[in-house]
């Protein structure tokens, strides 16, 4: 599995080029994300039958970042 293309637009929001959300396109045929990691406590919010399981993440992604990339993501 490698990057293929990022997906997303780079933004101005960026702190630098270590610390900037993004979308890339996977060789598999999947997405990955770089997003702002939520805090263990904060996980407790997700909705019955969603977990974070062992080697997994939740993460924020701005919905800036997702328009940038094409995607329409729905409000609240």
Aim: glycine fraction near 14%; include cysteine.
């Amino acid at each position: 599995m490698r990057v293929t293309r990022r997906l997303d637009t780079p933004s101005g929001k960026c702190l630098n080029e270590h610390n900037c959300p993004a979308v890339f396109a996977l060789s598999s045929g999947d997405v990955a994300f770089i997003g702002r990691r939520v805090p263990g406590e904060e996980r407790g919010a997700l909705p019955a039958g969603a977990g974070v399981g062992d080697g997994e993440e939740f993460v924020v992604v701005p919905r800036e970042v997702l328009i940038s990339a094409g995607w329409t993501p729905p409000v609240g």
